[in-house]
């Protein structure tokens, strides 16, 4: 069985090919500047290439050249697009309505588009995405949402609700729904299997920290609260993403700089974070690489980021009455190993003991980094969204 995965935004449609038999990356791309020019970059498993500027007016071209490379010339990798069983997409809010994997139809399409409000920049280009794959994806070919909020819908009303009048949720849909949960579900099975334990007995703080960073409290297989909230703003201090605010620093600021609601949005989801308080970079490497050159805002970053780190793990520890692993995730959580290190040091009242040695380099490969008598184990555990939608789309198309 062959699956596609598609994760699109506003002006790139990105993909996956992949062979279910083995789990194994057929081809894999990026049509890029869709609304702008037009660009396709697509890779085989066995390393051909197509690598081209193109037309893609709207998603439907860039569909079109998709299935075109797919299918015809020295990169094709399919003698017809009805080899593919499924076609799975990433979508990034599903709110109350979608509480999992669900098959696409024209309504579907309609509620994700509908949703738009509650993530502008995303769910408005997956309905997009979704028409045009309809378009030019055989009839047949059934296509598959899988939702970043889906598996944080088994929080408690006490962890989703804001203590703001009760209108707000009622009227406007306004409380935490979180985020990444299609890695955080991926990464703590994952981290299970290696365990050689059944997820239900399980507590587990799971760390996704990337250019945006969630963190999450999973209890037996379930998320009971996460970092990120209404939106992807909450939590950690992000690439450019303040994380968690008081809210009245937000108005005061705003009317301090005349700034409008989607200018003060703006100015929090894309000019602070490591960019805003470091004024250098919202790339972790390039921080780092300031901060060990000395300079005091970079090295702030990092004290900002590690620090806060700290406090979920200890108050997620709290509401699971205890913890039996924390796992690292992500660009950032899957590479650098001095972070986890610095989070990981002075947590022995919790139970958590790392190994420094075998933490020491390691870079995004599976590996338990705690001290073999470390109460609570550490690990390593790389994400891979795209094949845990392939997972769940077969799933779904197999039972159908
Ligand atoms: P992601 O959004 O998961 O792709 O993660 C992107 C973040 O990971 C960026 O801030 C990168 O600087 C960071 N990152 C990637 N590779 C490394 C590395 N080798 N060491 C430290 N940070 C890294």
Same mark, same amino acid.
């Given at each position: 069985?062959?699956?596609?995965?598609?994760?699109?935004?506003?002006?790139?449609?990105?993909?996956?090919?992949?062979?279910?038999?083995?789990?194994?990356?057929?081809?894999?791309?990026?049509?890029?500047?869709?609304?702008?020019?037009?660009?396709?970059?697509?890779?085989?498993?066995?390393?051909?290439?197509?690598?081209?500027?193109?037309?893609?007016?709207?998603?439907?071209?860039?569909?079109?050249?998709?299935?075109?490379?797919?299918?015809?010339?020295?990169?094709?990798?399919?003698?017809?697009?009805?080899?593919?069983?499924?076609?799975?997409?990433?979508?990034?809010?599903?709110?109350?309505?979608?509480?999992?994997?669900?098959?696409?139809?024209?309504?579907?399409?309609?509620?994700?588009?509908?949703?738009?409000?509650?993530?502008?920049?995303?769910?408005?280009?997956?309905?997009?995405?979704?028409?045009?794959?309809?378009?030019?994806?055989?009839?047949?070919?059934?296509?598959?949402?899988?939702?970043?909020?889906?598996?944080?819908?088994?929080?408690?009303?006490?962890?989703?609700?804001?203590?703001?009048?009760?209108?707000?949720?009622?009227?406007?849909?306004?409380?935490?729904?979180?985020?990444?949960?299609?890695?955080?579900?991926?990464?703590?099975?994952?981290?299970?299997?290696?365990?050689?334990?059944?997820?239900?007995?399980?507590?587990?703080?799971?760390?996704?920290?990337?250019?945006?960073?969630?963190?999450?409290?999973?209890?037996?297989?379930?998320?009971?609260?996460?970092?990120? @909230?209404?939106?992807?703003?909450?939590? =950690?201090?992000? &690439?450019? !993403?303040?994380?968690?605010?008081?809210? %009245? $620093?937000?108005?005061?600021?705003?009317?301090?700089?005349?700034?409008?609601?989607?200018?003060?949005?703006?100015?929090?989801?894309?000019?602070?974070?490591?960019?805003?308080?470091?004024?250098?970079?919202?790339?972790?490497?390039?921080?780092?690489?300031?901060?060990?050159?000395?300079?005091?805002?970079?090295?702030?970053?990092?004290?900002?980021?590690?620090?806060?780190?700290?406090?979920?793990?200890?108050?997620?520890?709290?509401?699971?009455?205890?913890?039996?692993?924390?796992?690292?995730?992500?660009?950032?959580?899957?590479?650098?190993?001095?972070?986890?290190?610095?989070?990981?040091?002075?947590?022995?009242?919790? @139970?958590?003991?790392?190994?420094?040695? =075998?933490?020491? &380099?390691? !870079?995004?490969?599976?590996?338990?980094? %705690? $001290?073999?008598?470390?109460?609570?184990?550490?690990?390593?555990?790389?994400?891979?969204?795209?094949?845990?939608?392939?997972?769940?789309?077969?799933?779904?198309?197999?039972?159908?």
């Amino acid at each position: 069985m062959k699956i596609l995965v598609i994760n699109a935004g506003s002006s790139s449609l990105k993909y996956q090919l992949i062979n279910m038999e083995d789990e194994s990356v057929i081809a894999k791309g990026n049509c890029d500047r869709i609304g702008i020019d037009g660009h396709i970059k697509h890779t085989t498993f066995d390393g051909r290439t197509v690598d081209t500027d193109c037309k893609f007016p709207t998603h439907t071209e860039a569909f079109e050249k998709l299935v075109e490379v797919l299918t015809t010339g020295d990169a094709s990798v399919l003698s017809s697009m009805s080899e593919i069983s499924a076609v799975g997409h990433r979508i990034v809010q599903g709110a109350e309505i979608f509480n999992k994997t669900t098959l696409v139809t024209d309504e579907v399409i309609q509620q994700i588009d509908d949703l738009s409000e509650l993530a502008p920049v995303h769910n408005h280009p997956h309905a997009l995405a979704l028409r045009a794959c309809k378009k030019v994806i055989p009839e047949t070919t059934p296509q598959v949402a899988v939702f970043d909020t889906a598996f944080h819908q088994t929080m408690p009303e006490k962890a989703y609700m804001f203590g703001m009048p009760y209108e707000c949720y009622e009227k406007f849909h306004v409380r935490k729904y979180g985020f990444h949960g299609t890695s955080h579900r991926f990464v703590t099975q994952a981290l299970a299997d290696a365990m050689g334990r059944d997820i239900k007995d399980l507590k587990i703080v799971s760390c996704h920290l990337g250019n945006g960073s969630s963190i999450t409290a999973v209890e037996g297989g379930k998320s009971i609260d996460t970092s990120m @909230g209404f939106t992807p703003l909450d939590g =950690v201090i992000m &690439g450019t !993403r303040s994380g968690c605010v008081d809210a %009245s $620093a937000v108005t005061f600021v705003a009317s301090k700089l005349g700034l409008s609601p989607s200018e003060m949005s703006d100015y929090l989801n894309k000019r602070s974070g490591f960019l805003g308080i470091s004024g250098i970079s919202s790339d972790n490497r390039d921080i780092t690489a300031a901060a060990n050159d000395g300079d005091r805002r970079a090295q702030l970053v990092g004290e900002m980021l590690r620090y806060e780190i700290k406090k979920y793990i200890g108050s997620y520890a709290a509401i699971m009455n205890g913890l039996d692993a924390v796992l690292f995730t992500g660009g950032i959580g899957e590479n650098s190993d001095d972070l986890r290190a610095d989070v990981c040091r002075n947590m022995e009242y919790l @139970g958590i003991k790392m190994n420094e040695k =075998v933490n020491e &380099g390691m !870079r995004g490969k599976l590996c338990k980094i %705690s $001290a073999p008598d470390s109460k609570v184990e550490v690990w390593v555990v790389p994400t891979n969204e795209e094949l845990l939608i392939a997972r769940d789309t077969k799933e779904l198309v197999e039972n159908m």
